[in-house]
């Protein structure tokens, strides 16, 4: 079972059972998988448990008619329902919950039942129940009386919804009709006539006649009847639904006579079972599978109407009594009866395609030990799999679906691999292929995951224009020994699978365009381009979003491309640039959203009602085609582009903390009389730049490098593209959980440090700009002399008077400033905010890295305190937290 489909069922459960827990689901999923076992177990034996629920039952003979007439049906997976129901009735705990669910559920559908719902429901025996309900429930239950009396009209009706469903799907080629008068001819559909008998002779009283001519009479009547005609003593009653056949014969038979003949009749009511199974599964609506089965057991009623024919050739003799009657049609019963079982369960459980061969596979098996009875399921078995192993072959060994009646187990959806780019979501690869569990035969019930693969890759490689064929196609037969056919769909899966992986590796080039162009723009590793185009693009993306114009940023990342090593990737006309709608923290929660019950609701949200800068939206694109597109598809971009803008707009804080860096050595070359209080100014910007800095190497050098590595190994070693897909996935995964994107604390914790970072530096630069020492040193500096030549001694002198004056006057406007804006009281209250924003982060990252086993995230403490700066601080805190959940002990 698939991660997917577990927690599907959880959820599923979770909801049937309206729970709804605090913790999740998620508490649930972890215990199935840690407890899940890596292989498939044994078929489990039902009667057993059949047994334990009776015997646990209040109702035991209800139960076991229900497991009988679900068994006639081949419910699938039947057997394991029961075994788990086995186990609840074990299991105390869980009976208890599930009484107490349930009696809460009635109560909430008796308090709903008043407010004038249009859906009816039984009330519980302890409600009373109202005329009007009582009413309705007649109307129900009279029309399901009615239905179950009809014959002809439900089979009209049901072959009408079959045509109309088909027709729907293959919308170019119409399922063929017979002509009307097919289903209009009574008398030559080899089953007996409603109403009356076909014979005109005046019947005498059969009582009247002696033994031997009763006798005679009844032999001639009993041939009629095991043709499908009525005889003159013995008559077919009319059919109520779809049970079996029932006969009347004339009550004053003789009593010795009358006994042999009811045990003849049950060859007449299999006969006439088989010959309606055959009528009505010839139809084009009910497939190719029912009809092959139908052309199967036809077969055998010819040679059963052969031994008729013989049987009244010797009666005309008269050679022909009762007993020898009996004797002849000994070895044809078994088979009419074996015949007839079959014919009903298919009907019961409305089975087609692979669900009817489930149902004679396990049928075949079920008569293990009775080789006649084997022998003659295993015959049906091959005749009816034929068509569909024909579509099965073309699925694995060219990857086309020909199934126009919705047999096989793979259903193709209209998708459009062009919507790939826009899709969150990778829909085509998984939604356009999907498996139909009732469609699946018991015995290719493991290998179809295999089929499905093995058919998606062919189809892949077909998409692009490149018609592919197996090699070592061989036809697969139905045969009880499952290794036969087991390794033929191996041998076409690992074509497929070679197929498929050279075609994208080799051809398609993917591991260059992730190498070359996505590693290089999207994880920052080409450091060269990222500084020109960042020198480049500085000035215009500080203006908001709305005030950006795309082309001149297309143009000059084409500049930095063409200017920069990028230059030699053959994949740089990919790379585009785009705007987001939304800052970081909100594509975040966009992208965590997939899937979930919240997804709708933060799609269609209003985008934030800010305005980004072209800092805070600027992101990286990528164009891929069809079918590199299945690798690198939107999700995977998407969390790419999380990655990117995470580490882009660290660099940009970091050239911002650059850039006070380099205006604060500016600032030092004068004699400030108040310098202590900028010194600490100073101290805060390289404390804030260590930690971008040793940020940024984390989460390049010990983060997503490493891990590349591991993906470059991983694909190397890939035997198809969906090993490809899971260790891309996973890639994407480890990178975005290591660099904190993929917990919210976290994440909200770091943007508030930037934050902090991004305000002391437009704070700086305030600073900086109104001290205008770069434009009084411009204004004053005579070093290089004048258009005349030199400076002479006179004028070096002046300039030295005039720069002793202007460092006095700057200190002084300095001072001045620092007093009446309270610079040294927004440094402390910047040093304070980092500082308990870091000590935070830390703290939080040693609890994750412990609880969570994240030790990768320890590195993040190694570096920021190399030196044990903050260890004091932060066992200080791990002290109070243990001091505040100290007096909660003697409560335990």
Same mark, same amino acid.
């Given at each position: 079972?698939?991660?997917?489909?577990?927690?599907h069922?959880?959820?599923?459960l979770?909801? *049937?059972?309206?729970?709804?827990?605090?913790?999740?689901?998620e508490?649930?999923?972890?215990?199935?998988?840690?407890?899940?076992?890596?292989?498939?177990?044994?078929?489990?034996? #039902?009667?057993?448990?059949?047994?334990?629920?009776?015997?646990?039952?209040?109702?035991p003979?209800?139960f076991?008619?229900?497991?009988?007439?679900?068994?006639s049906?081949?419910?699938?997976?039947?057997?394991?329902?029961?075994?788990l129901?086995?186990k609840?009735?074990?299991?105390?705990e869980?009976?208890?919950?599930?009484?107490?669910?349930?009696?809460?559920?009635?109560?909430?559908?008796?308090?709903?039942?008043?407010?004038?719902s249009?859906?009816?429901?039984i009330?519980?025996?302890?409600?009373?129940?109202?005329?009007?309900?009582? @009413? @309705?429930?007649r109307?129900?239950?009279?029309?399901?009386?009615?239905n179950s009396?009809?014959?002809?009209?439900?089979l009209?009706?049901?072959?009408?919804?079959?045509?109309?469903k088909q027709?729907?799907?293959?919308s170019?080629?119409?399922i063929?009709?017979?002509?009307?008068?097919?289903?209009?001819?009574?008398?030559?559909?080899g089953?007996?006539?409603n109403?009356?008998?076909l014979?005109?002779?005046?019947?005498l009283?059969?009582?009247?006649?002696?033994?031997?001519?009763?006798?005679?009479?009844i032999?001639?009547?009993?041939?009629?009847?095991?043709?499908?005609?009525?005889g003159r003593?013995?008559?077919?009653?009319?059919?109520?639904?779809?049970q079996?056949?029932?006969f009347?014969v004339?009550p004053n038979?003789?009593?010795s006579?009358? !006994?042999?003949?009811?045990r003849?009749?049950?060859?007449? #009511?299999?006969?006439?079972a088989?010959?309606?199974?055959?009528?009505?599964?010839?139809?084009f609506?009910?497939?190719?599978?029912n009809? $092959?089965?139908?052309?199967?057991?036809?077969?055998?009623?010819? !040679?059963?109407?052969?031994l008729?024919?013989?049987?009244?050739?010797?009666?005309?003799?008269?050679?022909?009594?009762l007993?020898?009657?009996?004797?002849?049609?000994?070895?044809?019963m078994?088979?009419?009866?074996?015949?007839?079982?079959?014919?009903?369960s298919?009907?019961?459980?409305e089975?087609?395609?692979?669900?009817?061969?489930?149902?004679l596979?396990?049928k075949?098996?079920n008569?293990t030990?009775?080789s006649? #009875?084997?022998?003659?399921?295993?015959y049906?078995?091959?005749?009816a799999?034929?068509?569909?192993?024909?579509?099965?072959?073309?699925?694995?060994?060219?990857?086309?679906?020909?199934?126009?009646?919705?047999e096989f187990?793979?259903?193709?959806?209209?998708?459009?691999?062009?919507?790939?780019?826009?899709d969150?979501?990778?829909?085509y690869?998984?939604?356009?292929?999907?498996v139909?569990?009732?469609?699946?035969?018991?015995?290719l019930?493991?290998m179809?995951?295999?089929?499905?693969?093995?058919?998606?890759?062919?189809?892949?490689?077909?998409e692009c224009?490149?018609?592919?064929?197996c090699?070592?196609a061989?036809?697969?037969?139905?045969? *009880?020994?499952e290794?036969?056919?087991?390794e033929?769909?191996e041998?076409?899966?690992?074509?497929a699978?070679?197929?498929?992986?050279?075609?994208?590796?080799?051809e398609?080039?993917l591991?260059?365009?992730?190498?070359r162009s996505?590693?290089?723009y999207?994880?920052m590793?080409q450091?060269?381009?990222?500084?020109?185009?960042?020198?480049?693009?500085?000035?215009?993306?500080?203006?908001?979003?709305?005030?950006?114009?795309?082309?001149r940023?297309?143009?000059l990342?084409?500049?930095?491309?063409r200017?920069?090593?990028?230059?030699?990737?053959?994949?740089?006309?990919?790379?585009?640039?785009?705007l987001?709608?939304h800052?970081?923290?909100?594509?975040?929660?966009?992208?965590?959203?997939?899937e979930?019950?919240?997804?709708?609701?933060?799609?269609?949200?209003d985008?934030?009602?800010?305005?980004l800068?072209?800092?805070e939206?600027?992101?990286?694109?990528?164009?891929?085609?069809?079918?590199?597109?299945?690798?690198?598809?939107?999700?995977?971009?998407?969390?790419?582009?999380?990655l990117?803008?995470?580490?882009?707009?660290?660099?940009?804080?970091?050239?911002q903390l650059?850039?006070?860096?380099?205006?604060?050595?500016?600032?030092k070359?004068?004699s400030?009389?108040?310098?202590?209080?900028?010194?600490?100014?100073?101290?805060?910007r390289q404390?804030m730049?260590?930690?971008?800095?040793?940020?940024?190497?984390?989460?390049?050098?010990?983060?997503m490098?490493?891990?590349?590595?591991?993906l470059?190994?991983n694909?190397?070693?890939?035997?198809?593209?969906?090993?490809?897909?899971?260790?891309?996935t996973?890639f994407?995964?480890n990178?975005?959980?290591?660099?904190?994107?993929?917990n919210p604390?976290?994440?909200?914790?770091?943007?508030?440090?930037?934050?902090?970072?991004?305000?002391?530096?437009?704070?700086?630069?305030?600073?900086?700009?109104?001290?205008?020492?770069?434009?009084?040193m411009?204004?004053?500096?005579l070093?290089?002399?004048?258009?005349?030549?030199?400076?002479t001694e !006179?004028?070096?002198a002046?300039?030295?008077?005039?720069?002793k004056?202007?460092n006095k006057l700057? $200190? @002084?406007?300095a001072?001045?400033?620092h007093?009446?804006?309270g610079?040294?009281?927004t440094?402390n209250?910047?040093d304070?905010?980092?500082?308990?924003?870091?000590?935070?982060?830390?703290?939080?990252?040693?609890?994750?890295?412990?609880?969570?086993?994240?030790?990768?995230?320890?590195?993040?403490?190694?570096?920021?305190?190399?030196n044990?700066?903050?260890?004091?601080?932060?066992?200080?805190?791990s002290?109070e937290?243990?001091?505040?959940a100290?007096?909660l002990l003697?409560?335990?």
């Open positions: 079972m698939s991660e997917f489909r577990i927690h069922d959880v959820n599923e979770l909801s *049937l059972l309206r729970v709804h827990s605090g913790e999740g689901a508490v649930y999923i972890d215990l199935l998988q840690k407890n899940r076992t890596p292989y498939v177990t044994t078929t489990v034996s #039902a009667h057993s448990a059949k047994v334990k629920i009776a015997e646990f039952s209040r109702t003979e209800d076991l008619k229900k497991y009988d007439e679900l068994k049906k081949n419910t699938r997976h039947l057997d394991s329902l029961v075994y129901l086995s609840l009735t074990e299991d105390k869980t009976l208890q919950y599930l009484q107490q669910n349930a009696k809460e559920r009635a109560e909430l559908a008796a308090n709903a039942a008043p407010s004038g249009t859906n009816f429901s009330p519980s025996s302890t409600s009373k129940i109202s005329l009007q309900e009582l @009413e @309705e429930l109307k129900q239950l009279g029309s399901v009386t009615a009396s009809v014959q002809q009209q439900p009209e009706l049901t072959r009408k919804i079959l045509r109309d027709n729907k799907k293959n170019g080629q119409p063929p009709i017979f002509p009307s008068w097919v289903y209009e001819r009574p008398a030559l559909i089953d007996f006539l109403g009356s008998s014979s005109t002779d005046t019947t009283p059969i009582g009247t006649l002696p033994l031997a001519s009763q006798e005679s009479m032999v001639e009547d009993l041939l009629y009847v095991l043709i499908g005609v009525d003593y013995i008559t077919a009653q009319p059919l109520v639904g779809r079996n056949r029932a009347l004339d038979l003789d009593l006579i009358k !006994e042999l003949v009811t003849i009749l049950p060859v007449a #009511a299999s006969y006439s088989v010959t309606r199974f055959i009528e009505e599964k010839s139809s609506e009910y497939g190719q599978v009809h $092959a089965l139908a052309a199967a057991m036809r077969t055998l009623i010819k !040679e059963y109407m052969i008729i024919t013989q049987l009244e050739h010797l009666q005309r003799q008269g050679l022909l009594s007993q020898k009657l009996w004797f002849y049609i000994q070895p044809t078994r088979t009419l009866e074996i015949l007839a079982s079959l014919a009903t298919v009907d019961k459980g089975c087609m395609g692979g669900s009817t061969l489930s149902l596979h396990d075949t098996f008569y030990g009775d006649q #009875a084997q022998e003659l399921c295993l049906l078995t091959k005749a799999s034929v068509p569909y192993f024909e579509i099965l072959e073309k699925w694995i060994y060219r990857g086309i679906i020909n199934d126009p009646y919705s187990m793979v259903e193709e959806h209209e998708l459009q691999k062009e919507k790939i780019q826009e969150y979501n990778d829909k690869w998984d939604q356009r292929y999907t139909v569990q009732q469609q699946i035969p018991s015995f019930q493991k179809a995951d295999k089929i499905l693969s093995t058919g998606k890759y062919l189809n892949v490689v077909r224009g490149r018609d592919v064929t090699p070592v061989k036809e697969v037969l139905y045969t *009880l020994k290794r036969a056919y087991v033929q769909i041998k076409a899966y690992n074509y699978s070679k197929v498929l992986l050279n075609f994208l590796m080799e398609k080039e591991v260059a365009h992730l190498s996505i590693k290089h999207f994880l590793d450091g060269d381009f990222f500084v020109h185009f960042m020198d480049l693009t500085e000035e215009e993306l500080k203006k908001p979003v709305d005030d950006i114009i795309i082309t940023l297309e143009a990342l084409e500049l930095a491309l200017m920069s090593t990028a230059n030699t990737d053959p994949f740089k006309d990919d790379l585009k640039i785009d987001m709608p800052d970081l923290i909100t594509q975040l929660l966009r992208v965590l959203a997939i979930t019950k919240q997804e709708k609701a933060i799609v269609s949200a985008p934030t009602e800010l305005t800068s072209g800092l939206a600027f992101s990286f694109d990528y164009i891929v085609k069809w079918p590199l597109s299945l690798i690198i598809n939107r999700k995977a971009l998407t969390r790419y582009q999380m990117f803008r995470h580490m882009f707009y660290c660099k940009h804080v970091e050239r650059c850039n006070v860096w380099i205006s604060n050595k500016m600032a070359q004068f400030l009389h108040s310098a202590k209080w900028f010194a600490g100014a100073f101290t805060l404390r730049l260590n930690f971008v800095q040793n940020i940024q190497y984390y989460m390049m050098f010990e983060v490098e490493p891990t590349w590595h591991i470059e190994k694909l190397k070693l890939a035997s198809n593209i969906d090993d490809v897909l899971s260790h891309h996973s994407l995964d990178c975005l959980k290591d660099c904190m994107l993929t604390e976290l994440l909200k914790i770091f943007s508030k440090l930037m934050s902090v970072c991004v305000m002391f530096t437009n704070c700086m630069q305030r600073f900086t700009q109104s001290m205008k020492l770069d434009n009084e411009d204004r004053l500096t070093e290089h002399g004048t258009m005349l030549g030199p400076p !006179e004028e070096r002046e300039e030295a008077a005039k720069k004056l202007t700057l $200190a @002084e406007h001072d001045n400033l007093l009446t804006s610079f040294e009281a440094i209250k910047f304070s905010n980092f500082s308990t924003h870091l000590l935070d982060l830390l703290d939080k990252l040693s609890i994750y890295s412990t609880n969570d086993c994240e030790h990768s995230m320890l590195n993040i403490i190694y570096r920021l305190d190399f044990g700066f903050y260890t004091e601080r932060l066992e200080h805190m002290a937290r243990s001091q505040k100290a007096p003697p409560c335990l």
